[in-house]
């Protein structure tokens, strides 16, 4: 891993993408403090029915989405010292120009979500489907035109799954180019098989960002000493606004115990 490259992420508080609530107000005052606010997921797609909250879906071209990322990017820098954008969509150029914009926007990070459920990206072989092994091609094809589409850092967020699973699934990723992968994991209490296996999946990727259930710095604190190089907060940030920014002043940004 080479920290010095990621040195505003180590030790440090992200947070999660929240479809729905993550714009960037949202972004600003909820991350206050933290290392990385990370707005969406953002859906881009044609249809009009989709099934998710409105001011979180754009259709295709840059006269959906571009203004919106310009502002929404500004206000979420207000209040934290980086900003990622995270998108998914059925059409990988849709993903690219999503990102592009972003970028162009004034993002400090482009994301994937690779963690969705939703049948209209599952039957796709997208969303969590991305990362099962029959889809390994796939899957590296989209980290390869993402990451050369933009010149910022990319992240992809994946869940847990089998430890052989989604080893293949973070080398893949790290192999295509993406330099940091996000995973999702169901516990982080002390003890936790989800805690050990980030020990595994720390060296095969350049930077690991984790989280799962973590609600104070001694959970923070868990996750890093387990191997990840920054802790993801998502549903605990949004019952306390101030928490992502007390968390990483209590971290005080040293390296994680052992």
């Given at each position: 891993?080479?920290?010095?490259?990621?040195?505003?992420?180590?030790?440090?508080?992200?947070?999660?993408?929240?479809?729905?609530?993550?714009?960037?107000?949202?972004?600003?005052?909820?991350?206050?403090?933290?290392?990385?606010?990370?707005?969406?997921?953002?859906?881009?797609?044609?249809?009009?029915?989709?099934?998710?909250?409105?001011?979180?879906?754009?259709?295709?071209?840059?006269?959906?989405?571009?203004?919106?990322?310009?502002?929404?990017?500004?206000?979420?820098?207000?209040?934290?010292?980086?900003?990622?954008?995270?998108?998914?969509?059925?059409?990988?150029?849709?993903?690219?120009?999503f990102l592009r914009a972003a970028e162009e926007a004034g993002a400090d990070y482009a994301a994937l979500c690779v963690?969705?459920?939703?049948?209209?990206?599952?039957?796709?072989?997208?969303?969590?489907?991305?990362?099962?092994?029959?889809n390994r091609v796939l899957l590296h094809r989209w980290s390869s035109a993402i990451a050369q589409a933009v010149t910022?850092?990319?992240?992809?967020?994946?869940?847990?799954?089998?430890?052989?699973?989604?080893?293949?699934?973070?080398?893949?990723?790290?192999?295509?180019?993406?330099?940091?992968?996000?995973?999702?994991?169901?516990?982080?209490?002390?003890?936790?098989?989800?805690?050990?296996?980030?020990?595994?999946?720390?060296?095969?990727?350049?930077?690991?960002?984790?989280?799962?259930?973590?609600?104070?710095?001694?959970?923070?604190?868990?996750?890093?000493?387990?191997?990840?190089?920054?802790?993801?907060?998502?549903?605990?940030?949004?019952?306390?606004?101030?928490?992502?920014?007390?968390?990483?002043?209590?971290?005080?940004?040293?390296?994680?115990?052992?």
């Open positions: 891993m080479e920290e010095s490259r990621f040195a505003e992420l180590q030790n440090g508080i992200v947070l999660a993408e929240l479809g729905g609530h993550g714009d960037g107000p949202y972004c600003a005052e909820h991350a206050a403090g933290a290392a990385l606010a990370i707005m969406g997921t953002y859906i881009v797609d044609p249809g009009d029915d989709v099934p998710y909250p409105s001011p979180f879906v754009f259709k295709p071209g840059r006269d959906s989405y571009a203004a919106y990322l310009r502002k929404h990017v500004a206000a979420a820098r207000a209040g934290v010292r980086a900003v990622g954008v995270s998108v998914i969509s059925v059409a990988l150029e849709d993903t690219l120009d963690y969705s459920a939703m049948d209209m990206f599952t039957r796709e072989g997208l969303g969590v489907a991305l990362c099962d092994p029959a910022i850092p990319v992240i992809f967020k994946i869940g847990l799954d089998a430890l052989d699973e989604t080893i293949g699934t973070v080398e893949t990723i790290s192999s295509g180019g993406v330099p940091i992968v996000h995973v999702a994991i169901g516990s982080s209490e002390a003890g936790s098989s989800d805690l050990m296996a980030l020990g595994e999946l720390a060296g095969r990727c350049e930077f690991l960002i984790a989280g799962g259930g973590v609600a104070d710095v001694d959970g923070a604190r868990r996750v890093l000493g387990a191997g990840a190089g920054a802790v993801a907060i998502a549903t605990a940030a949004m019952k306390d606004p101030t928490l992502c920014g007390r968390i990483q002043q209590e971290l005080g940004r040293r390296p994680a115990a052992p």
